[in-house]
């Protein structure tokens, strides 16, 4: 009887050979190189048929690529994807202009007669001290970099850590003195300036603007309100800056409405006043800043 092309087929099957086309290369070590599946050729008398194979290989080990744990790989993805949303965020704060306005630090509420009150009801409603409203602090607040500066992890802006290294100056002379700042350990054969040792060179350092100024001011202590490292509490000293005053200190912006005065801020409870050039206040340089 003769037999039909199917049946031929059917009983031909078996004995298709099956030639493995791999599309990784292995390592020496036996993983796979760039891929955890292993694809297939399987030859039909028609076209060629791909397959995933979940044949286990014996010293193959399919739950690694190039040399890496899966659950690492997934790891590395999810931090990727984090990035990429940060990346994406900023791009969106950045296109819509806005500048994010970060917490005072008060955690307490007051009535008029400046007893303290509970937040969240009556005359403590709504309060600062209630609300919190703005960008959280870091915690470490600061960084003390040991090179003679400090970096805020709040704002990214790195100050001098000696916040007192040129005394009381006028403003003209304020503004000379942040500039010609420099790590002199390395730039000035006669020494260093104000204990840097952070490679600065002339130029980098300069007055803070009246903002940046405030940034530092924690307005939940006094004398002087500037938070300690973590920036959970008052600043003491060493901790992380040296020599911090409760006076006022300079910024690098005049007064619009009279040009012969410039902002200062008082350290000791946080005030920002206009001050006649002329007279003295502190110096504290920074370096940084957008």
Not at 82 to 104: H, K, N, S, Y
Not at 118 to 142: K, S
Not at 165 to 174: P, S, Y
Not at 232 to 239: L, N, Q, R, S, Y
């Amino acid at each position: 009887m003769r037999r039909s092309p199917l049946l031929i087929l059917l009983t031909l099957l078996p004995l298709v050979t099956v030639f493995p086309v791999w599309s990784q290369s292995l390592k020496t070590d036996g993983n796979i190189e760039t891929g955890a599946q292993l694809v297939s050729t399987v030859a039909t008398g028609t076209a060629p048929l791909a397959v995933s194979s979940t044949t286990v290989v014996p010293s193959l080990n399919a739950d690694r690529v190039d040399g890496v744990e899966g659950a690492d790989l997934a790891l590395d993805a999810d931090l990727q994807s984090a990035e990429a949303m940060l990346v994406a965020l900023q791009a969106q704060v950045d296109a819509l202009g806005l500048a994010l306005v970060p917490r005072t630090g008060q955690t307490t509420c007051y009535n008029a007669a400046g007893a303290v009150v509970g937040c969240g009801t009556g005359i403590g409603l709504a309060q600062d001290g209630d609300l919190q409203l703005g960008v959280t602090w870091p915690n470490p607040r600061f960084t003390d970099n040991g090179d003679g500066t400090v970096t805020d992890n709040l704002t990214g802006l790195i100050w001098l850590d000696d916040a007192n290294c040129f005394g009381t100056r006028n403003w003209t002379d304020a503004l000379a003195a942040a500039n010609g700042l420099f790590d002199g350990s390395t730039n000035d054969p006669v020494g260093g300036d104000c204990g840097l040792s952070d490679g600065s060179i002339q130029g980098q350092w300069r007055l803070p603007n009246v903002r940046e100024l405030q940034s530092l001011v924690h307005y939940g202590v006094s004398i002087p309100a500037v938070p300690n490292t973590a920036g959970t509490g008052k600043w003491t000293a060493d901790d992380p800056f040296s020599g911090v005053q409760a006076g006022s200190y300079w910024s690098s912006a005049s007064s619009a409405g009279d040009a012969v005065l410039a902002w200062t801020v008082s350290m000791g409870t946080g005030p920002v006043a206009s001050v006649t050039k002329t007279l003295t206040a502190r110096v504290w340089p920074v370096r940084g800043g957008q």
